[in-house]
């Protein structure tokens, strides 16, 4: 509900508050480049092969832009990237940066594409209801400290004062607690979640 609530607070009179849990205020495409490299570098992946597979996928996108924008040269730019890929796809990094051996078949819809660029930016400063934001500090699925200081700006700037964020230590994306160490431990969710968001609920609508 990160880019979904949000939307719909600000087109709808009906919603009389907004709840998030691990929201992105980056666009999809960024949140993914982000996700990716956090990923290849619990996989054990150096910097630089994190960087040259994030060059990568952000070439793929810029692609997806021009395709969208119908840029006249997106079959020129498609081949050479998708050379690029093939020249690459041997490379130790290419596996856990998922990104495709080559480009084939039909461009991509456009309804996907709109997705993955998908701006929040336009949508927080007319969310005018109380907003509870949660993330996890231990979040590699979106840039938690980047989204915080995004959302809390975009509200401030537009007068909503009644806006609570809770980053919840040792918990991730799904709300479940961290093991130390490499431990393995069984899913344990974090009960602060569910306490936090009863408590803030019964103090606007109890």
Known sequence: GGWIAPLAAARSGDVAFVITSAAAAVT?????????????????MTDAEIAEATRLREKLYLLNRKILAKDPD????????????????????????????????????????ELLFFDASPVWPKVKVPVLAMWGDRDTVVPVEKSREMIQSYLEKAGNKDLTIKVM?????????VSDGG???????????????????????G
């Open 169 to 177: 230590p040792g918990v991730d994306h799904g709300n479940n607690i």
């Open 183 to 205: 431990v393995w431990d069984f899913p344990r969710s974090n009960s602060e979640y569910d306490r936090t968001m009863v408590e803030w609920l019964l103090k606007r609508v």
């Open 28 to 44: 999809p495409a960024e949140q993914s480049i982000y996700h990716r490299a956090g990923m290849m570098k619990q996989a054990g």
């Open 74 to 113: 997106v079959m020129e730019m498609r081949a050479s990237i998708s050379r690029e890929l093939s020249e690459n796809k041997a490379a130790r990094w290419f596996s856990p940066a998922e990104l495709p051996p080559e480009l084939t078949g039909e461009l991509p819809p456009r309804g996907a594409l």
